[in-house]
């Protein structure tokens, strides 16, 4: 079955540690983004990447990094720098820019 | 002004009803439109992709008006499980920016 995963489905830490989240794909997409989503909120770019190496910031990049090592593979960093990361983040993937973007289902984190 | 736009609802509706919402957008170097469905604390999945002459799968129609710069869901014959939160999205022109409206709330009731 082709799709999107994200690992883990809960994560918790502590303030001032970094996390990775993962997000795998295996739809042969080229464009991959990453999302959080707060209550009440509609879902906020982090970072994009159209091809493998190359990526850019989104509307709220600050205190996240990202790779792009593989096609298929697109990991978050929440770094101890993000002064409130607790969220639900999405990641997502598309074929090319404008075309139907397909989420994984998520993860949940919660900084204490 | 959000440049999408969507009443958060919630719209309470009986089994077997027909629901229309509608979604505004601003930027008028929009080019492609969707609509999502998203469940209490799960991804948004796709409902369908929005097309300039107007589309239709099964009990559910979208519209796109590109002069009034707005787009609109029409559910027919509702069911139980239509009940979710139904996100409009915008990709812009020439980038790989996807705008996201809040959601419209819709829960059917038997």
């Known amino acids: 079955d082709g799709g999107i995963t994200q690992s883990p489905k809960y994560l918790f830490r502590k303030e001032g540690q970094n996390v990775t989240l993962s997000c795998e794909q295996n739809?042969?997409?080229?464009?991959m983004y990453w999302y959080r989503q707060d209550p009440g909120q509609g879902l906020r770019l982090i970072y994009y990447?159209?091809?493998?190496?190359?990526?850019q910031k989104g509307d709220i990049a600050e205190g996240y990094s990202v790779s792009r090592e593989k096609k298929e593979s697109f990991p978050l960093t929440v770094t101890s720098a993000q002064k409130n990361p607790t969220a639900f983040y999405l990641c997502?993937?598309?074929?090319?820019?404008?075309?139907?973007?397909?989420f994984g289902p998520g993860t949940r984190l919660t900084v204490t | 002004r959000k440049e999408v736009e969507q009443d958060p609802g919630p719209f309470n509706v009986p089994e077997g009803a027909t629901v229309a919402f509608n979604c505004t957008y601003s930027?008028?170097?929009?080019?492609?439109f969707f609509w999502y469905r998203q469940d209490c604390r799960k991804e948004p999945k796709l409902l369908m992709s929005?097309?300039?002459s107007g589309n239709e799968d099964g009990r559910f129609t979208a519209q796109l008006n590109r002069a009034s710069q707005y787009i609109s869901l029409l559910i027919r014959d509702s069911k139980l499980s239509d009940s979710a939160t139904y996100l409009c999205?915008?990709?812009?022109?020439?980038?790989?920016?996807?705008?996201f409206g809040t959601g419209t709330r819709l829960k059917v009731l038997a």
């Open positions: 739809l042969n997409h080229d464009a």
């Open positions: 929005v097309y300039s």
């Open positions: 999205v915008v990709s812009l022109s020439g980038t790989y920016k996807y705008i």
């Open positions: 997502a993937s598309s074929m090319v820019e404008g075309r139907e973007q397909y």
């Open positions: 990447s159209q091809i493998v190496n190359d990526f």
């Open positions: 930027n008028s170097a929009s080019q492609s």
